[in-house]
């Protein structure tokens, strides 16, 4: 079974348009997270959130916005899409505090991404 | 304000031995790790360095210096699928993790 899941892995859109992409976790981590990676590559934390806390990249727009349903679950809508917003979306997941294995580090696990594509 | 620094490029022969430097910027420090990225897949995580000195997974290696603020992925015997880029990243005292721009690696035959 896959640990961390995106839906869809691809998505085209019209500038304008909201959409949503949904992740999943089936590891029995409390954390999960979203990165954006542009076409240069750079990998840049976007979100992450656990049961008691969201903490957001000041340099995010507000027209993202995380959702979790639940602790397995953590989806990103983005509102009013933009050309600059195409790039591919990683979500992933770790546990939290010292509970990991590696102490304060936490291994982070991720999704497969989803190439978002605005035109 | 918080970087990393890695080259954006490097290239070997199967076989060889290779190492990827980063040296970091950031507020607060937990730790150095390392993750691989084939192209179009997801990063995974290679090691992680809280403590200076060397840490030994197989073919891969890791070191940190804290005083320094550097560390470096040490790659042994390079085979083909070693062909990829490799992100050093460092979990801050924000709780977030930011990543180095990443590292090239071609292996060739």
């Known amino acids: 079974d896959t640990a961390v899941s995106q839906t869809p892995k691809y998505l085209v859109t019209q500038m304008g348009n909201d959409k949503s992409i949904k992740c999943e976790q089936n590891l029995g981590h409390d954390t999960m997270y979203w990165y954006k990676q542009d076409s240069k590559k750079f990998l840049k934390i976007m979100f992450s959130?656990?049961?008691?806390?969201?903490?957001i990249n000041e340099t995010v727009p507000n027209r993202f916005s995380p959702k979790s349903p639940d602790k397995a679950h953590l989806n990103l809508h983005i509102n009013s899409l933009e050309l600059g917003d195409s790039a591919v979306y990683f979500c992933?997941?770790?546990?939290?505090?010292?509970?990991?294995?590696?102490?304060?580090?936490?291994?982070?696990?991720f999704g497969p991404g989803t190439r978002l594509t605005v035109l | 304000g918080q970087s990393l620094e890695q080259p954006s490029e490097v290239t070997a022969v199967e076989g060889a031995i290779v190492q990827i430097n980063c040296t970091y910027q950031?507020?607060?420090?937990?730790?150095l790790s390392w993750y691989q990225q084939h192209d179009g897949g997801a990063p995974t995580f290679l090691s992680y360095?809280?403590?200076?000195g060397l840490e030994e997974t197989g073919r891969f290696s890791s070191f940190l210096s804290r005083s320094d603020s550097y560390g470096y992925l040490l790659l042994q015997e390079l085979q083909m699928k070693d062909s990829a880029s490799y992100f050093c990243?460092?979990?801050?005292?924000?709780?977030?993790?930011?990543f180095g721009p990443g590292t090239r690696l071609s292996v060739l035959p």
């Open positions: 992933a997941s770790s546990e939290s505090g010292t509970s990991g294995s590696l102490g304060f580090y936490n291994e982070q696990f």
């Open positions: 990243a460092v979990k801050n005292y924000g709780q977030n993790f930011v």
């Open positions: 959130y656990n049961n008691k806390e969201l903490i």
């Open positions: 360095n809280a403590l200076d």
């Open positions: 950031t507020s607060g420090f937990y730790g």
